[in-house]
């Protein structure tokens, strides 16, 4: 029979926690007892304001992005996400699961300057095309970031208000891709980067090719390394998992 007794003397009623060691308990945020969801009310991060890229020849950087942007939109505070070259395959649905999510997550907007193709690939897209899009992406990049720098970054922020009033956590997907490609210098990255206030937390995606030119610019760098992906084998993106 398990003891319930806790090191105070006092006796576990709730269920979930009787089989907890107290080692456990003790060592473990909320005393190991199981969290209930809460409504999700507007509220100001603490100690947001680095610079985080993400790359690599691995599957998983716009994931981990987006991951990080779902938690923070669960803290209450302000996300917004601006893809680049997000065009794909022919076997990728222009409606994707993560943006029926972030559609239904307070807090969380997004916006996507890509179309159908890849640059520099003979699929049937203009590279010319590609081109204007990173350019026009830019340049909304630099109205995010700048309108952010406008905002009260220390205070909450309306969740069903626009980018365009501000943002505590704002995501750069595939842009380093558009650096790799030759569609953006590394320059328009730096620029962004020292535009940045204080407390915007900011995280930058893409490229297969290491960003050097950002590790004394950036406060974290993950290279996403791939071992083995299925893709390999011919694998096309799936449904649920890809997109």
Known sequence: MTDNTNADGSKDTDSTTNTTPESVRTNTPGRGIRPDARTIEPDAPDEFGLVQVWWGDGKGKTTAAMGMGFRAAGHGYRVHMLQFLKG?????????????????????????????????????????????????????????????????????????GTPEDGVHFLIFDEILY??????????????????????LELVLTGSHDEPTYLHDAADLVTNVRKVKHPIDSGQRARKGTEY
């Open 88 to 160: 794909g395959a022919d076997s990728v649905e222009a409606v994707r699961g993560e943006y029926n999510a972030i559609a239904a997550m307070p807090g969380f907007s997004f916006e996507n300057l890509g179309h159908y193709g890849w640059a520099g690939m003979a699929d049937g897209s203009e590279d010319e095309d590609h081109a204007e899009q990173v350019a026009a992406g830019l340049e909304r990049a630099r109205e995010l970031v700048d309108a952010a720098a406008d905002a009260d970054l220390t205070s909450p922020l309306d969740l069903d």
């Open 178 to 199: 558009a650096v790799a490609m030759g569609l953006l210098d590394e320059s328009d990255v730096l620029d962004l980067i020292d535009r940045k206030p204080d407390h």
